[in-house]
């Protein structure tokens, strides 16, 4: 069963792909789209093009555990995703993944200018490898 990870942006959003056991990822990439709607239509196609069996949608919460704008837009996002596939969906409590991301994209000698372009797959690759840690095996 394939598991597809979504790290939400303003504009790219990063997909993360689970292996067929569910395991482990493998694959990770952005997309660019500035509109949530053709945002949900690419996600989706992504989606059903891999058979992907379980999406997973960051939710980023603040700090203090609140809901502030991202967090609705990733509710918004989730209700157009929802709306185009019957692939259920889950939220994933993403604090600092993005955070995390670029720490891990410095580590390995990325300059800053070219995290952008890459920070986001690896935000979904976070929020995919938490979400498995979560399954039984």
């Known amino acids: 069963m394939r598991i597809m990870a979504i790290d939400y942006g303003d504009v790219r959003t990063g997909l993360a792909i689970s292996d067929p056991t569910a395991t482990l990822c493998g694959e990770a990439f952005t997309i660019t ?9 690419a996600i ?16 980023p919460k603040n700090m203090d555990g609140s809901c502030g704008p991202r967090a609705e837009k990733s509710m918004e996002l989730k209700a157009l ?7 259920p969906l889950a939220l994933w409590d993403e604090r600092r993944t993005s955070i995390a991301a670029h720490e891990i994209l410095h580590a390995n000698g990325r300059r800053m200018k ?3 372009k890459t920070v986001d797959a690896v935000a979904a690759t976070l ?6 840690g979560t399954l039984k095996k």
């Open 44 to 59: 989706v196609k992504e989606a059903l093009s891999r058979e992907v069996r379980q999406l997973v949608l960051g939710y």
């Open 33 to 41: 789209e500035r509109k949530a709607e053709k945002c949900a239509d």
């Open 114 to 116: 070219d995290h952008r």
């Open 81 to 87: 995703i929802e709306a185009r596939c019957d692939i």
């Open 127 to 132: 929020i995919l490898e938490g979400f498995l």
